[in-house]
């Protein structure tokens, strides 16, 4: 049995960080610790994390649509997690797409988000952030005290079943109180069968599959006009 918890959220808010700090935090106690890292073409993040001790696996969508290609293969990543007889397996996604929907019913689900976003930004994230069990704001040491408050009160406004806790990506304050939330997540020795806490964002169209000429012609499949 293994606990799972899933990451994510817009780019450069801070996830790397925020979970680079938090398994720093839980090393001290002697956990065996593994990172999937999901990205769309690149990353250098596994190397900070093999720093830290934890065992990584990167996982490149390249064309495909990141959270796609992260549902497709986590299964597999479990797997390699029990055979590493990890004790927490940490699952990052791309964070591309603010309809992203990378959460999984009774997996610990973690969204990270950033002060510098903007007041209107919890508003407009979909899943990703709005089924969300913890949501982390990083950032909070730019900003003054009154807006860190608005944020959070826009976050609660979008989420308010979630836990917020702020979190400082340079210094790692906050993060021992996010390392004691993956403590108490939940274990498992499969995800099969488990369900997205809600669907992806739809396909497939003409675009999907390599099309890149303009015009109703050249439209097919799942297409949306706008009412103009």
């Excluded at 806490?197 to 006009?225: H, W």
């Amino acid at each position: 049995m293994m606990k799972i918890v899933t990451i994510s959220g817009p780019p450069s808010s801070g996830k790397t960080a925020v979970a680079i700090k938090t398994i720093e935090n839980l090393k001290r106690e002697k956990l065996n610790i593994g990172v999937i890292k999901f990205d769309s073409l690149s990353t250098y993040d596994d190397v900070l994390y093999e720093k830290t001790g934890a065992k990584v696996k990167v996982g490149l969508s390249g064309n495909l649509c990141p959270d796609h290609f992260y549902i497709s293969n986590i299964e597999d990543c479990v797997q390699w997690g029990l055979k590493e007889n990890l004790d927490i397996l940490i699952s990052e996604s791309a964070g591309l797409c603010n309809r992203c929907s990378p959460h999984i019913k009774d997996v610990l689900s973690i969204c990270v988000i950033d002060n510098l976003s903007g007041v209107n930004t919890p508003k407009k994230i979909g899943p990703m952030l709005k089924l969300a069990d913890i949501v982390v704001i990083t950032k909070g040491d730019i900003v003054s005290q009154a807006e860190r408050e608005v944020f959070a009160f826009r976050v609660k406004q979008a989420n308010p079943k979630a836990s917020i806790i702020f979190i400082n990506g340079i210094t790692g304050q906050g993060s021992y109180d996010l390392a004691v939330k993956l403590k108490e997540a939940s274990e498992f020795e499969s995800l099969q069968d488990k369900r997205l806490r809600f669907s992806m964002p739809s396909a497939l169209c003409s675009y999907c599959v390599g099309e890149t000429r303009i015009g109703d012609e050249y439209q097919t499949g799942n297409i949306r006009k706008m009412k103009i």
